[in-house]
């Protein structure tokens, strides 16, 4: 069961990712499932969520890109360093009896995707991985998935490495050419949305992993519900199937600011 007290823990190391976004690795072994997260604490700053992106016998490691004060001051943290974390939190993504699967990830959202197909691949699940980043200096993971043995198509939206396009584009085409178990997605909610018309189109069942504002992470403040289900993203979620989204009036529509006030997509 996951703490809800938080845990000093130390940082034992640091991994450059891609162009401002780092893993840190922490000193604490988890029993954790893909696509659920931790809440990282940095004493008298803030706490925020992040997905279990590696685990391992010792520990285990989140990716962090540098967007705000927060993510900034965890990016500049170093080995020996110390945050406090609590959980894993959270509805994470599950494998049945899948014979081929597609995973979609776009941008740090590829975390949680690669620890599950590192699942995949040992219980001998075919994964072919589409890895979505903005530039080449942005993307994450290729080495990793690389050494796994997916099969991997890289998506740019610059063109700069792999396929120039969007990884909803790249998902039309493998879903139009081969016979497919399940789609897992994660990344932004626009791509998320378009991946959920995509299945629903085709008839293909998904899952993806949704993102909202998150305070308490275990249910209580109810400041992650989303409209009209009133389903709690850190509890009900993150990991929700493509039908549950279709319910939700609020996805790919707007979400809410930490003072709770609506936001629609791209008004920014």
């Not at 706490?47 to 992106?53: M, N, S, T, Y």
């Not at 776009?106 to 890895?131: C, H, M, P, W």
């Not at 290729?142 to 063109?159: C, F, N, P, Q, S």
Request: hydrophobic share 40%.
């Amino acid at each position: 069961m996951a703490n809800e007290i938080p845990e000093m823990v130390a940082i034992t190391k640091v991994v450059d990712e891609a162009e401002g976004i780092k893993t840190l690795f922490l000193r604490k072994k988890i029993d954790a499932k893909p696509g659920q997260f931790v809440m990282v604490w940095i004493p008298g700053m803030d706490e925020k969520p992040f997905a279990v992106g590696y685990l391992n016998s010792d520990g285990f490691g989140v990716t962090v890109a540098a967007v705000g004060p927060f993510s900034t001051k965890l990016c500049s943290m170093q080995a020996g360093d110390r945050v406090g974390f609590r959980g894993p939190y959270g509805n994470g993504f599950t494998l049945r009896n899948e014979q081929r699967v597609v995973m979609a990830g776009g941008g740090y959202g590829v975390a949680s995707l690669t620890l599950l197909a590192e699942q995949a691949k040992e219980r001998g699940i075919d994964v072919v991985f589409i890895n979505g980043a903005r530039t080449k200096d942005r993307m994450i993971y290729e080495r990793r998935l690389h050494k796994l043995g997916a099969r991997l198509i890289m998506t740019t939206d610059d063109g700069s490495h792999g396929v120039k396009g969007k990884t909803t584009d790249v998902l039309l085409d493998v879903l139009a050419k081969e016979k497919i178990d399940k789609v897992f997605a994660c990344g932004p909610e626009l791509m998320l949305k378009k991946v959920v018309e995509i299945c629903a189109e085709k008839g293909v069942a998904g899952d993806i992993s949704i993102e909202r504002y998150m305070k308490c992470g275990f249910g209580l403040c109810g400041h992650c519900c989303v409209d009209p289900a009133g389903i709690r993203v850190c509890v009900e979620g993150p990991v929700i199937s493509v039908q549950t989204a279709q319910q939700l009036t609020e996805f790919g529509t707007y979400h809410r600011l930490k003072s709770s006030r609506k936001e629609k997509f791209g008004a920014h």
